[in-house]
């Protein structure tokens, strides 16, 4: 069983960059593929990018903006988003799966809502 705790989410301007960390229980934190899902009012849940070892995947829309990095010692995901717009305005959410390409994940965190303003 793995807790997921995300935080760091607040209301910024289009531009800024904010640091969201995932905090996760279990000693086999490590052996776990993270991701960050996000969602935004009225939308499906979507796929952000993912991280397993220190290989990482990204939504389109991210790319070149987010970057997931982890701490396996600390049980901690980071996602590090930078140049924000009122687009990534959502409520992030981190998962956890034991698979290396999971389709539904197993673990999900709480969500932490970001809101960039124009």
């Known amino acids: 069983q793995v807790q997921l705790v995300e935080s760091g989410g607040g209301t910024v301007q289009t531009g800024d960059s904010l640091r969201l960390s995932c905090a996760g229980s279990?000693?086999?934190?490590?052996?776990?593929?993270m991701a960050w899902f996000r969602q935004s009012a009225g939308k499906h849940r979507e796929f952000v990018g993912r991280?397993?070892?220190?290989?990482?995947d990204y939504a389109d829309s991210v790319k070149g903006r987010f970057t997931i990095t982890r701490d396996d010692e600390k049980n901690t995901m980071y996602l590090h988003m930078t140049r924000l717009t009122p687009d990534d305005t959502a409520v992030y959410y981190c998962?956890?799966?034991?698979?290396?390409?999971?389709?539904?994940?197993?673990?999900w965190g709480q969500g932490t809502q970001v809101t960039v303003s124009s």
């Open positions: 279990g000693r086999t934190f490590s052996r776990y593929t």
């Open positions: 991280i397993r070892g220190t290989d990482t």
């Open positions: 998962a956890a799966d034991p698979r290396l390409s999971p389709v539904e994940w197993y673990f």
